[in-house]
Nanobody, 124 residues
């Protein structure tokens, strides 16, 4: 199991950008599929983006496709989420997750390791 710590959250105006970073420690980081999920107040946790073990395959929720970019650096044991054209609806706590995932990559139940989360607030 891998330990994850998110950073980079903050307050931004609508239309602005933020980059979130997830730093991993533990064994075999490069063997894990990495994902970003978010949870807004009063809402369920939802899928945002995921990236395969070698960085060659990415997945995005329809609500963020074209605005967000997920990437990973296996040499640095990090995964990033570049968020552009932010909207107030993007306001949430964002969580980094890791798992051995072969199917249903948008299902949070398929990710075994989770960070503590970082707050992203987008003002209108």
């Amino acid at each position: 199991q891998v330990q994850l710590v998110e950073s980079g959250g903050g307050l931004v105006q609508a239309g602005g950008s933020l980059t979130l970073t997830c730093a991993a420690s533990g064994v075999s980081f490069s063997t894990y599929t990495m994902g970003w999920f978010r949870q807004a107040p009063g809402k369920e946790r939802e899928f945002v983006a995921a990236i395969g073990t070698d960085g060659g395959t990415t997945f995005y929720a329809g609500s963020v496709k074209g605005r967000f970019t997920i990437s990973r650096d296996n040499a640095e044991n990090t995964v990033a989420l570049q968020m552009n054209s932010l909207k107030p609806d993007d306001t949430a706590v964002y969580y980094c997750a890791a798992g051995v995932v072969y199917y249903s990559i948008s299902n949070p139940g398929n990710f075994a390791s989770w960070g503590q989360g970082t707050q992203v607030t987008v003002s209108s």
